[in-house]
DNA sequence: GCGTCTTGCTACATATTATGTAGCATATTG
DNA sequence: CAATATGCTACATAATATGTAGCAAGACGC
């Protein structure tokens, strides 16, 4: 039973029913976007410092990130402070802060 | 030569430092994992009906991830059940339960 | 037995996306 | 004037995803 099948794919992608979560979703599901919210916890960084930060990424997928979460209103670019999360990507990276601990129970459990 | 997706790999993309919230963030990080996830959070799903949950996904990369999420340990395969959260992966889909929320939030002020 | 479902999963050619290296224009410092 | 750092881009190569097709194994009714 599919539904939509072979429907028109201009909207944001992955995001076909147009619920925010599912754009929200494909957008945090972007190489390096995680990882730059991350980075980005504990105060800003310039464009090079966040490159060096997130294993040193290509500089192309980089500002193609950074223009997309710049887009989405989650991070923006302060003269001579470079980039910083907005009081948008800071509400974001809260729902993030409990990963950390359940990163470590999960390697613990992997690994065994 | 391509590496095979879905098969095991020892070092974790993403993650030279070996901080397993690194490796974390690379695994949700990947087209399609978060999503899975978030299709799963109500019940089990054969691959095919994840598939369409999916905004019909292609197979070779649900399958890639499919792999990579029960290497994970979060994912498991029930024989007549299709795919289903473990307790631990159970666990980690808490963790974003306030993402729908703060989707709705953020739509509205980006659109603005 | 047969045929028709559905399941998880794979092959393969094509399209999309990321990498790595180099470089640009601008600004700031000495 | 260098010398340095910023944000950002070009471009060829490598890695990933897509879309279509199909496989083998079960379950179902006949």
Redesign the interface.
């Known amino acids: ?3 939509q ?1 072979g429907t028109a794919k201009k909207t944001v992608r ?1 995001s ?1 029913t147009g ?8 957008l ?8 730059i919210m ?1 980075e980005l916890r504990e105060g800003s960084l310039t464009s090079r410092a966040l490159r060096m930060a997130c ?1 040193e990424a290509s500089p192309t997928v980089m500002q193609a990130r950074l223009s997309e979460l710049r ?3 989650l991070l923006e670019l302060a003269q001579g402070d470079g980039y910083g999360l907005t009081e ?1 990507g800071k ?2 990276n ?3 802060i ?3 601990r ?6 613990k ?2 690994s065994s």
């Open positions: 039973m599919p539904k099948a992955g076909r619920r925010p979560i599912m754009a929200l979703l494909d945090l599901g972007r190489r390096w976007t995680l990882r991350w294993d887009e989405a209103g948008l509400e974001l809260q729902t993030f409990p990963l950390q359940f990163a470590e129970r999960w390697s459990q992997v």
